[in-house]
């Protein structure tokens, strides 16, 4: 099973980028035996790098149920509850490229242990608030060690595995845990919240990040660049505060939409960082990002099929998440079982997404997936106001499957190719685009949900326009990666 490589320079966990002694992937072959397996130590490294992923998707969504119990017991009114959101968003997506170079220079599993680290105390702070200040303190300091978990994480797994089959079953793995994660954060979070509190959601991550973080450093091995290039200041600064801004600008448009002053000034601040940013890394020796990777067809129409996929996924279960409990009348919990279901077929989808691009290819799974995603949401305008839970359940867990496998083949087309000094630049770009997508798909369709005459018109059309956009993305992903 092989995947298709933007190039010939194939990352190899034995190169120079990795002075500690690597782990070694596979078991010893035995005659007659099947394909290569996973040696014990690396299966050991994959549960802790996975778990570190699956303990951030979960921290996404696990706190959304319990936010109006949250907001009564410690006084947020309902733009705070908002802020609840936005203060772990804005951190995760504006740093993420940020740490994921400081890493490459410094050591990944350095920067990955400081990130558990942080974010298990911010956890725990968060358990223990006594008032909005702190609650939203620790929200920021939970973004901020997501920012530093996922792009280490990401690039230690790929300088672990290399590229072909053991690669596309690691992704693979990661892929299904960080879906799941978010889907199992739904329904957790309904459970806790209506047993334990609101408190004990956020000590369920206190507790993950433990059970992460003893083992990790038995079995990572340091991986860092051999190129002691000084970081890129000005382009770091840019970059950081664009994404700031515009994830500011667009979190804040969810609440109280696009006419207001401070959104205005902070999406125009973030188009002007973000286009500075470009003219700084043009003339930079060491640039943060390299111009040249971003124009590989590759790099970009693989970050393309991300940031649709991502955005559109969760604004779709955000509405959805409206339709059953407003329309349909389901209670918190049952809404979360719903979503059961999806992260039941996601792990189904996510066992069967390297065969299939083992079969055809990451570059046609990756189309092939947004095409599905977009149909089987389309479906989703079927729905009347009398329906019933179980054609939604059905149309959005089978678009779902298609997500899945448009993560996992996302990614691998990202980082296929790249050498191992430039794999946190890489899986950078990677998170970035799912931060980012998971951030600005709510405000910028989202809103359509709640402007319409009634809700049930509003999530008909974000239904709508969410559809034909991945149906877009597809053809246009099939169209760009054929000629790369």
């Known amino acids: ?152 994480g990401m690039s230690l797994l790929t300088t672990t595995f290399p590229e072909g089959p053991l690669r596309d079953r690691a992704l693979g793995i990661s892929g299904t845990l960080m879906s799941l994660g978010f889907t199992v954060g739904m329904v957790a979070g309904g459970v806790l919240t209506e047993t334990l509190g609101w408190r004990s959601t956020m000590g369920l991550l206190a507790v993950a990040s433990v059970v992460v973080l003893v083992p990790a450093p038995k079995v990572l091995a340091e991986s860092r660049t051999t190129d002691r290039q000084r970081l890129d200041v000005p382009g770091a600064v840019s970059v950081t505060g664009g994404l700031l801004a515009l994830i500011y600008a667009l979190s804040t448009a969810a609440e109280r939409g696009f006419d207001g002053v401070d959104v205005l000034v902070t999406l125009v601040l973030g188009v002007a960082l973000l286009s500075a940013f470009v003219v700084v890394e043009s003339r930079s020796a060491a640039p943060l990002v390299s111009l040249p990777m971003l124009r590989r067809r590759t790099v970009a129409f693989g970050n393309l099929g991300g940031l649709v996929t991502f955005s559109m996924m969760s604004t779709v279960v955000f509405v959805l998440t409206l339709y059953l409990q407003e329309v349909l009348d389901l209670s918190p919990f049952s809404t979360g079982l719903v979503f059961g279901v999806q992260g039941v077929l996601s792990v189904v989808a996510g066992m069967y997404a390297p065969k299939v691009i083992g079969r055809i290819g990451a570059r046609r799974t990756l189309a092939l997936s947004l095409l599905g995603q977009g149909l089987f949401i389309g479906a989703l305008l079927g729905l009347g106001s009398d329906t019933g839970a179980l054609p939604a359940t059905a149309a959005v867990s089978l678009s779902s499957m298609f997500h899945l496998g448009a993560i996992i083949s996302y990614g691998l087309i990202v980082t296929s190719g790249v050498p191992n000094e430039e794999q946190g630049l890489a899986t950078g770009l990677v998170t970035t685009t799912q931060q980012v997508g998971l951030t600005v798909g709510i405000p910028l369709l989202g809103v359509l949900a709640t402007t319409q005459d009634t809700l049930f018109d509003g999530v008909r059309t974000v239904v709508a326009v969410a559809g034909a956009i991945l149906l877009a993305a597809g053809a246009a992903v099939a169209a760009g990666l054929r000629r790369s």
Request: a positive charge.
């Open 1 to 152: 099973m092989a995947i298709e490589s933007p190039s010939t320079s194939a990352a190899s966990p034995a190169s120079p980028a990795s002075p500690a002694s690597p782990v070694t992937p596979l078991s010893p072959a035995r005659p007659g035996a099947g394909p290569p397996r996973l040696s014990g130590r690396a299966r050991l490294v994959l549960f802790v790098l996975c778990a570190a992923q699956f303990m951030v998707a979960l921290d996404f969504s696990v706190l959304n149920v319990a936010l109006p119990v949250l907001g009564k017991d410690l006084g947020l009114s309902t733009t705070g509850l908002q802020w609840a959101v936005t203060a772990f968003a804005l951190p995760s997506g504006g740093f993420l490229l940020l740490f994921g170079r400081i890493a490459d220079l410094y050591g990944r599993r350095r920067l990955f242990l400081i990130g558990l680290t942080l974010f298990g105390a911010a956890s725990l702070l968060a358990t223990l608030a006594w008032d909005p200040a702190s609650f939203l303190a620790a929200r920021a300091l939970q973004g901020l060690g997501a920012a530093v978990i996922v792009p280490t």
